[in-house]
């Protein structure tokens, strides 16, 4: 079975395959890609009535997502579970993450 990697990600921009841990997000985003969230309901093969979900999310160049549209032609290629819906969000922002706190407390143990 074939591995999933983006080819590209943009002029003098590219990443090794396993190397997220070392990836400088902010060279990718000052060259205009935004962390990409997508959400992929498709059908189990043995159960088409039944629906998985898959979360997919990479730097990707926005409207196009050519990066998506790689990952979805691969997965049409490759992957026996045929696509039902595919949900894009995007992180439009270049800045610090921005975190809610609340005032509860959940005891684990």
Do not use: C
């Amino acid at each position: 079975m074939e591995l999933w990697t983006p080819s590209s990600l943009g002029p003098g921009l590219r990443r090794d395959e396993g190397a997220r841990p070392g990836r400088d997000d902010r060279a990718l985003q000052l060259t205009g890609h935004q962390l990409t969230m997508a959400e992929i309901l498709y059908a189990l093969p043995d159960y088409p009535r039944l629906l998985q979900s898959y979360v997919w999310q990479e730097y990707d160049l926005a409207p196009k997502f050519p990066i998506l549209s790689q990952f979805i032609t691969f997965w049409q290629r490759n992957i026996d579970g045929r696509l039902h819906r595919v949900t894009v969000s995007v992180r439009e922002q270049l800045g610090d993450a921005r975190f809610t706190f609340y005032a509860d407390e959940v005891a684990l143990h």
